[in-house]
């Protein structure tokens, strides 16, 4: 069962890609991060007293600095989406994990110096260079001219979102509740949006375009709580490594919605990507056993 609630936390993720796809030439990222964090601050509000957890926080520094690396990081990735082909930018978000992996190494690096204890890591390194042999092999023969500030912006995303999930998993183990987390990510993301708004402008209304920003929040707020109850009661590294049925589902989308092709070197980088990101997390939960739950 928990295999099934993150099979349908991805397929949420993916279909909130659609409707951005779809509502992002009619607003700015900025606009559409403001209302999908209003429409999830909202949603968590209710949740949250329903449940009976307090919104104050002895953490209000850890907070700020996850909020701050996961808005960066969701603006970024609602650009890719609406400049580049969906199945492209849904992976490059989902690099987060080999972000990761190459902050532990660097970590072991800084502290510990090049060496044996690098040396046991080479399966990590290796796990780190594939991904990023992915990239190159996903991006060099797919973009157009107009969107090579598209796929930086998407790598950005990726390694802000690895930020952020450390950050999650600090928080999970100072005893934060996941519903309080995310709120507070959501109040950012509202503050972010209008200051971002401000300066990019505000796009008018109009409908039905602006029936694409309710399942927007709604989707993103489902993903997240099937994703958290895959992870807390499901074994990590099954939960963790189906995440990544979110890039299938968005190449179908792709396919099916956008007219999307890459040729056969892009879909072979997408699986190299998807196949090193396995086993980078596999390899961090072996020497972090307590991984974080990602979420968008």
């Not at 993916?14 to 949603?43: D, Q, T, W």
């Not at 600095?65 to 969906?86: D, E, K, M, N, Q």
């Not at 800084?110 to 044996?116: D, K, L, R, S, V």
């Not at 879909?267 to 396995?278: F, K, N, Q, Y």
């Amino acid at each position: 069962m928990q295999a099934l609630w993150m099979l349908l936390g991805a397929f949420f993720f993916a279909s909130m890609a659609v409707c951005i796809k779809f509502a992002s030439p009619h607003f700015n990222s900025f606009e559409i991060v403001a209302y999908r964090g209003l429409i999830g601050m909202v949603l968590l509000l209710g949740l949250t007293r329903a449940r009976g957890i307090s919104l104050r926080t002895r953490y209000p520094m850890m907070h700020a600095w996850r909020s701050l690396v996961g808005t960066i990081a969701l603006t970024s990735w609602f650009y890719a989406i609406a400049h580049l082909p969906l199945a492209t930018a849904v992976t490059l978000n989902y690099m987060s994990s080999v972000w990761i992996a190459a902050f532990l190494l660097g970590g072991t690096i800084i502290t510990q110096g090049f060496g044996m204890p690098v040396r046991r890591q080479s399966p990590l390194f290796l796990a780190v260079i594939a991904g990023f042999i992915g990239v190159a092999m996903m991006l060099r023969p797919t973009l157009g001219p107009d969107q090579f500030l598209g796929a930086l912006v998407g790598l950005f995303s990726g390694l802000f979102s690895a930020l952020a999930y450390l950050q999650v998993a600090a928080l999970a183990r100072a005893g934060e509740p996941e519903s309080r987390t995310v709120f507070y990510f959501s109040v950012a993301s509202v503050i972010a949006g209008l200051l971002g708004t401000a300066v990019a402008g505000i796009s008018p209304l109009t409908w039905p375009a602006a029936l694409w920003l309710l399942p927007i929040g709604l989707l993103a707020v489902f993903g997240q709580l099937c994703m958290t109850r895959a992870y807390t009661r499901g074994s990590t590294m099954v939960v963790a490594n189906l995440q990544y049925s979110g890039i299938v589902f968005g190449g179908i989308y792709g396919l099916t919605l956008f007219g999307d092709r890459l040729p056969l070197i892009g879909w072979l980088g997408m699986a190299l990507i998807i196949v090193s990101g396995i086993a980078a997390t596999a390899l961090r939960e072996r020497a972090v056993p307590n991984a974080p739950a990602e979420e968008h």
